[in-house]
């Protein structure tokens, strides 16, 4: 109160500036399906013509008629998110929609993959013997957890250049995630062992029939071509992801304002015991047993092990399975049943587990999804033969040397493009095999530069289901993701030239 007796009015406070955050993944791909539908509009729509065997014809690229109309590309972009889940591919026209008559283009079998994992590993916790078994993993690796992840990432490399383990890294995470917390480490050491271990792995295929087998048979050379350039970039380049995700996981655990990826609330709460935890339960040893064997079986089940040993083309083995996400999503589902009734969970508490999976687990799904809903824009304003025909003048008329690191600087952004292996493959390799002959380089240099393109760029693109459906199950936001693996993929980058170089050079 002032002399005169006048109450003064306290001072506003100063109005507080939002702080920016970076965009949740759901935006990031909302603007990236914007922004492929713009380009659209710019981009003319072009073909190759095709052989026999449905590859484009190197030489034969042609500009074709724009004939779809405003309408129509308006409603392409409305229904990116339903035909990136169950869009069909017209078996005559190519174009992608939900009421087409062709085969599944959409990523329905992933989305309910996801889910059924999301189940599986809902149920296999709510046991209490993953929590157990976490425990005294972590105990025992307290002073050496450094193996653990040397050791996930030398199994999923493997994985990844036999048989391109992929997608299916996807139902680890719910498993490693809490495993790498409790030894004192951050969600992007999860994220990293994972995507890195096995993207490495796919990057230096060797005989993965995925990437290597159809770029290989889409050259015309066989498999076997290159293996030796391929398996050496595998032992360096693998030797190296591995030391770089363990050099930051040392850096977070000794430091933890150093994690890149943040903490959920909880996080540093999880941590391993001093003391040795109580023994497990004979049904928790069950289970555990059950969900590793489950795991084992359905590596064991998608890896085509005709071609693998004998080859591309090779007839199947009687005992090899086959199987894809259809069948992996019902042996996860059964999986949570016989994992429930093994925990002793009754019918109640097993249905809840197996619903509470599902929304816990759809979000990432979703990711999927929309990131499957860019590329039917793409497919559906037929823009890619016309990006691949600028970018095939780029490597005509170069040295050797200058040829191979051509083949794969030019074949990064049609990876970002199309984050398909073998659909990239099919689509480059009759292009880009015959411009080798007049460079004076194997065939199959060209196809180590594509698979090393494709590789390194799946490693951050944010149309692939393995980057933006991880990180969305481990709950690390994209950027600084980015900001995790940029450096990684820097150092990758030199090594893969420095690598095509001298062995084009050497011929």
Request: overall charge neutral; charged content about 15%; aromatic content about 10%.
């Amino acid at each position: 109160m002032t002399d005169a007796g006048i109450i003064e009015a306290e001072p506003k406070p100063a109005p507080r500036k939002r702080k920016w955050a970076f965009p949740s993944t759901y935006t990031i791909l909302a603007g990236v399906t914007l922004a492929v539908w713009l380009a659209a509009f710019v981009i003319p729509p072009g073909a190759y013509d095709s052989d026999a065997d449905g590859h484009p014809i190197a030489g034969s690229y042609h500009r074709i008629e724009d004939a779809k109309s405003f309408g129509a590309r308006v409603r392409d972009l409305f229904l990116a998110p339903v035909n990136g889940l169950y869009g069909i591919e017209d078996d005559k026209t190519g174009q992608v929609a939900p009421d087409a008559v062709g085969s599944l283009y959409g990523a329905a079998a992933v989305f309910l993959f996801v889910l059924a994992v999301g189940a599986f590993i809902t149920v296999a916790f709510a046991t209490g013997a993953l929590d157990s078994g976490i425990g005294r993993l972590a105990f025992k690796l307290r002073n050496k957890s450094y193996l653990l992840i040397v050791g996930i990432m030398v199994v999923f490399a493997i994985a990844g250049t036999v048989e391109g383990f992929a997608e299916e890294t996807l139902g680890f995470y719910a498993l490693l995630v809490p495993l790498t917390l409790a030894l004192g480490y951050d969600r992007m050491t999860a994220v990293g062992a994972i995507i890195a271990g096995a993207g490495i792995g796919v990057l230096c295929s060797t005989v993965n029939p995925f990437a290597t087998g159809t770029a290989s048979s889409a050259a015309g050379v066989a498999l076997g071509d290159g293996i030796v350039l391929r398996l050496a970039m595998l032992v360096v380049l693998t030797a190296v992801t591995v030391a770089y995700v363990v050099w930051y996981a040392r850096r977070v655990k000794a430091d933890p304002d150093k994690s890149w990826s943040g903490w959920q609330p909880g996080d540093r709460d999880v941590k391993a015991d001093e003391h040795e935890p109580d023994p497990m339960t004979a049904r928790q040893i069950a289970v555990v047993w059950l969900v590793g064997l489950t795991f084992a079986f359905m590596i064991f089940a998608v890896i085509p092990w005709g071609t693998v040993v004998n080859g591309q083309g090779a007839k199947p083995f009687p005992w090899e399975l086959g199987w894809s996400f259809s069948e992996l999503t019902a042996l996860f589902l059964v999986g949570a049943v016989v994992v429930g009734l093994a925990g002793g969970l009754g019918e109640g508490k097993m249905s809840e587990n197996i619903g509470k999976g599902f929304s816990d687990f759809v979000g990432a799904g979703i990711v999927i999804v929309l990131a499957r809903g860019v590329t039917v824009i793409m497919n559906n304003t037929q823009i890619t033969s016309t990006v691949l025909h600028a970018l095939e003048g780029v490597v005509s008329g170069t040295s050797s040397a200058v040829f191979a690191v051509g083949v794969f600087l030019v074949n990064v952004p049609l990876a970002f493009l199309i984050p398909s292996t073998s659909g990239h493959a099919t689509l480059a390799m009759p292009i880009m095999a015959p411009l080798a002959d007049f460079a004076h380089v194997p065939r199959s240099l060209v196809v180590t530069g594509w698979q090393s393109a494709s590789g390194w760029a799946n490693l951050v693109t944010p149309t692939t289901a393995v980057v933006t459906g991880g990180i969305a199950l481990a709950k690390v936001r994209y950027d600084r993701y980015v900001k995790f693996i940029a450096p990684l993929m820097a150092i990758l980058f030199v090594l893969i030239c420095v690598f095509l170089a001298v062995a084009a050079w050497i011929g």
